[in-house]
């Protein structure tokens, strides 16, 4: 099984060419202030309209050139850290490898008079810390797929599902994380299509699974869960629905279910319409957006009504967890899943994650993850959690939006918008902001 | 006793850098399909680069081995040491090694690399001199230096250059003769050139560029050699490095095409059906020039490798090679010279130079007519091999840039990369 690694990741539209990192990269690795030395290198852009900057740094490449043509093994991958490391005591000094690398991720550093490159400090990089425009960032998510890639996959191999979509991710971290000891339901939409239900007489997954109507999943659910407690078995009660299912036909029993705290984890695939049957329009379908039933013609621009806060409306009912979550930013999602599959022990965790549909939305099959970043980074969608206890308040605060057409632009279902309807989307974005802003404030309120 | 023949998947033949990356891109796709190493040294891989450092002390002879019995036998290699090819039978998909026995092979690497070309100088099969090639070569020429006075080297490419600083470190008194009228040509240019000359006569070395031996005999020191010119020399200990011919012996009456080198196509295929060649020993398209070419150097050699290894495996993520650039580095007396690409300037192309003789810094760029760097030449100057490399490949028109490439081609090199192929 292969491994995936933490990495320092740079975001050129937040650095100001300051140099910091380099002056930190320095001092930690040389003792000097002296910014040639640095590992990490910044260049600014001449030329360009608006000054904008370049790096170089090594990117512990999975197949490091520079390990290849190294002629003394002095270069090797850490299997563990995923670090090229270099050793001193068996390098020549020949330089081959900076003529291996294309990324400049290896030079030599004149003072020293060896070959320099960096090596993440331990997986505690100097420079992230020392950049005070959050430009650099450690991101450590890989740690989740390998600590989850060495749990169970409960669901079937292979995949009925479209190109490029997020749901089988979310169907297999989900199941590896509950664990064996579950029972699934997965009403009509993408999740049973793609295979949840199964084929030819035998489930899709390694746990009991049934396929509830639209209109009864928590329904049914809530019975099986009481049923299995009833007779002395701790079983985990999921489902795992579509924004269909959840805010439309089934929401009463929905509600229902969340009203009388009854222990399961809802988690709702939210990808903004029936996109399983052939793209209709929900509840929680956006304003302005093309759906097979609100279409695009001389008179008719998509969905003329503003979408459902679904998981607002969770928190109206108290549960004992609600949060939104997006699988851009897989680590906000587990702490999320951990949380709500705990809160369901004893109560009703409602979890509604961002999902978009590369089918329904119209974008190439390789941006699902941009587009779910758009959309947290324009705060279309925002990821917050709730609980009793504690209220509301954002995980993943955005104190400085993109403008929403960055989110518009990157999918072609908003492709016909009138200058008018995204002034509206962007208003209504601002007025949601707002809005989930003061149930913060009041939070602590009482 | 009645010896079953072995079949294998991939026979590969040698154990160096081109051998080592196939096996890489084969395990890329096949994880499974048997591999079988032949090769005719004795030791587990190492690279004939490193050597030198094993004649000056700097490695530690246990200590330059690329990969480990471990290596073979998680990837399900099995390795094969003292079994060079002594023939190929491409028709019967079988190959003859030295100890007599016939491995049946799908696929065959032929990545057998070079050996020191010796000169046919009268005399010199009277002599005993030294070569550097292997690390046998390398741990005799160790202790010979150690005892030398007086020594010569024939040949002054990078390999004699790299024994020559050696020998003078140790104390020996050096000449290096060389026929060319500069050292190093083929890798760097006069001025850089002469600024390693320097460096080497500081040191107290002689040259003897413009010469030709053309006698060799026994004397009581250990040589004596006769230029052209009536001169004699006399050498305690005498290094032939004047080159490198490849190893393709074995290829006599198989069918497999061969020039200067084994002859290859785009993916390293050679005449024959199921048989590869790439590195030291093939001949394989250049970049700059239409004809196939020599291209031997370490960096080549692996691309070479996993070109091969890829074809080999059928890895449909495969992509034809783009031909060789020549790129070298050189570190002497703690300066470093670096070349990436031709030095031959194209028709309508340009050449800039600079050089301060103050810092030693000297820097050449040599564009072509449609404003693409197609060479670029330092001394004392660094600049990314890579990303230099990478511009020649991907053609990139420099001639907005070009005055502040010339100036820093470390940064405005990076600046590229950055926004081209981050
Ligand atoms: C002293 C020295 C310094 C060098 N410095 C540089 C440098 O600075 N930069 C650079 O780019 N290049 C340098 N080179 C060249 C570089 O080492 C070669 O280009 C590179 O090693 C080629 O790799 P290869 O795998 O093609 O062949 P080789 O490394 O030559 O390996 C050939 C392999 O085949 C085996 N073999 C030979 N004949 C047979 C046979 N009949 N049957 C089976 N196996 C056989 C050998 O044992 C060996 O394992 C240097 C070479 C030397 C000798
Ligand atoms: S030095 Fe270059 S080739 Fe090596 S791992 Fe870093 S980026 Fe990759
Ligand atoms: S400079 Fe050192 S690390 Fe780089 S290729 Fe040469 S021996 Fe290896």
């Keep these: 099984m292969g491994r995936a690694y933490s990495t320092i990741a740079f975001d050129p539209a937040k650095c100001d060419g300051c140099g910091d990192c380099m002056t930190a990269c320095a001092q930690a690795k040389t003792g000097t202030d002296d910014i040639a030395r640095s590992r990490i290198q910044i260049y600014g852009r001449e030329g360009a309209p608006d000054k904008t900057f370049e790096l170089a740094l090594c990117r512990q490449c999975a197949d490091p050139k520079c390990v290849t043509v190294c002629p003394a093994g002095a270069l090797n991958k850490d299997s563990t850290s995923g670090v090229i490391g270099w050793d001193a005591s068996k390098c020549v000094d020949c330089l081959l490898c900076t003529v291996g690398c294309a990324y400049a991720g290896i030079a030599l550093d004149e ?3 060896h070959v320099s490159k960096c090596d993440t400090c331990d997986g505690n990089p ?37 190109q490029g979509c997020n749901t089988e991710l979310l169907m297999r971290h989900t199941l590896r994380r509950v664990g064996p000891d579950t029972v699934l339901a997965t009403p009509p939409g993408c999740v049973p299509g793609m295979g949840s239900v199964g084929f030819n007489g035998t489930t899709g997954t390694k746990v009991p699974v049934f396929h509830p109507l639209l209109t009864n999943t928590a329904a049914m659910l809530a019975g099986i869960k009481r049923q299995y407690k009833r007779v002395g078995r701790d079983v ?36 903004e319409g029936y996109m399983n049957t052939g793209m209709q329009r929900s509840s929680c379908t956006p304003y302005g957006a093309w759906t097979s039933t609100t279409p ?5 621009r998509g969905k003329t009504q503003d979408a459902k806060n679904l998981p607002l409306i969770m928190v109206n009912h108290r549960c004992a967890y609600v949060a939104t979550a997006s699988t851009a930013y897989m680590e906000d999602l587990y702490e999320k899943l951990d949380k709500a599959i705990a809160a369901s022990k004893t109560g009703f965790a409602y979890l509604h994650v961002y999902s978009p549909c590369t089918t329904g939305w119209r974008f190439p099959s390789n941006l699902n993850m941009e587009v779910a970043r758009k959309a947290v980074e324009t705060n279309f969608v925002m990821l917050w959690e709730y609980t009793p206890q504690d209220g509301l308040h954002f995980t993943k605060p955005v104190d400085d939006p993109l403008p929403v057409t ?7 279902r908003f492709r016909h918008l009138s200058s008018e309807q995204v002034e509206h989307i ?5 007025e949601n902001q707002k809005f989930v802003e003061r149930m913060t404030e009041h939070a602590h309120v009482g | 006793m009645d010896r079953a023949i072995e079949h294998t998947k991939y026979l590969i ?19 499974e399909g048997p591999i079988t190493v032949v090769t005719r040294d004795s030791h587990l891989p190492y690279s004939p680069t490193v050597l030198p450092y094993v004649v000056s002390g700097k490695s530690a002879p246990a200590r330059i081995f690329l990969r480990d019995e471990d290596f073979f036998a998680r990837n399900k290699v099995s390795y094969r040491p003292e079994s060079g090819l002594k023939a190929l039978h491409a028709d019967r998909n079988s190959v003859e090694l030295v100890d007599g026995s016939s491995v049946v092979y799908e696929k065959l690497l032929l990545a057998t690399g070079a050996s020191p070309a010796i000169p046919p100088i009268p005399g010199i099969d009277t002599v005993s001199y030294h070569v550097l090639r292997t690390l046998d070569d390398a741990l005799k020429l160790r202790g010979a230096i150690a005892e030398s006075k007086q020594a010569v080297v024939l040949g002054a490419g990078l390999v004699g250059m790299h024994a020559a600083e050696n020998l003078v470190k140790a104390g020996a008194s050096v000449t290096i003769v060389e026929m060319s009228d500069q050292l190093t040509s083929g890798y760097f240019d006069k001025v850089a050139a002469d600024m390693i000359e320097q460096a080497f006569r ?21 040589a004596k050699l006769t230029l052209e010119n009536g001169t004699t020399l006399e050498a305690d200990l005498l290094l032939v490095a004047t080159g490198v011919k490849p190893n393709m012996g074995y290829l006599n009456g198989s069918g497999v095409e061969h020039q200067q080198g084994i002859l290859v196509d785009d993916r390293m295929q050679t005449t024959a059906a199921n048989v590869w060649a790439a590195g030291d020993c093939a001949q394989a398209r250049g970049f700059f020039t239409d004809t196939k070419v020599m291209n031997a150097i370490l960096p080549d050699a692996t691309i070479q490798g996993r070109v091969a290894g890829m074809a080999m495996a059928g890895d449909p993520g495969i992509q034809d090679y783009a031909g060789g650039v020549p790129l070298n580095t050189y570190h002497f007396f703690g300066r470093h010279a670096i070349s990436v690409g031709s030095s031959k300037v194209p028709e309508g192309g340009e050449v800039v130079t600079r050089f301060d003789e103050q810092t030693g810094h000297y820097l050449k760029a040599i564009f072509g007519a449609d404003g693409c760097l197609t060479g670029i030449f330092g001394v004392n100057e660094f600049f990314d091999g890579g990303v230099m490399a990478q511009l020649i490949l991907r053609r990139t028109d420099l001639t907005p840039l070009r005055e502040r490439f010339v100036a820093n081609p470390l940064a405005v090199g990076r600046e590229i990369m950055s926004q081209t192929w981050r």
């Excluded at chain 1, 579509?242 to 988690?267: K, N, T």
């Excluded at chain 2, 033949?13 to 994880?31: K, P």
Aim: with cysteine.
């Design chain 2, 202 to 222: 500081d040191a107290g070395a002689k040259i003897m560029t413009g010469s030709r031996v053309v006698r060799l005999e026994p004397s009581p020191a250990g």
């Design chain 1, 111 to 113: 003072t020293a008079g």
């Design chain 1, 296 to 300: 695009v013609g001389e008179t008719s």
């Design chain 1, 126 to 162: 100097a420079c992230v810390p020392a950049c005070p425009h959050g430009a650099l960032k450690y991101v450590t998510t890989a740690n989740i797929y390998n600590e989850v890639g060495d749990w169970e996959d409960l669901f079937a191999p292979g995949l009925a599902g479209c």
């Design chain 1, 426 to 430: 962007q208003k209504k974005v601002v």
């Design chain 2, 13 to 31: 033949a040698g154990s160096s850098h081109a051998a080592l990356e196939a096996i890489n891109a084969i395990r890329m796709h096949d994880a």
């Design chain 1, 236 to 271: 985990q009660a999921l489902a795992i629905a579509g924004d269909g299912g959840a805010s439309d036909v089934g929401f009463q029993s929905l509600s229902g279910a969340a009203e009388r705290g009854e222990q399961m984890l809802f988690m709702v695939v939210d990808n």
């Design chain 1, 406 to 412: 960055d989110y518009l632009k990157a999918m072609g």
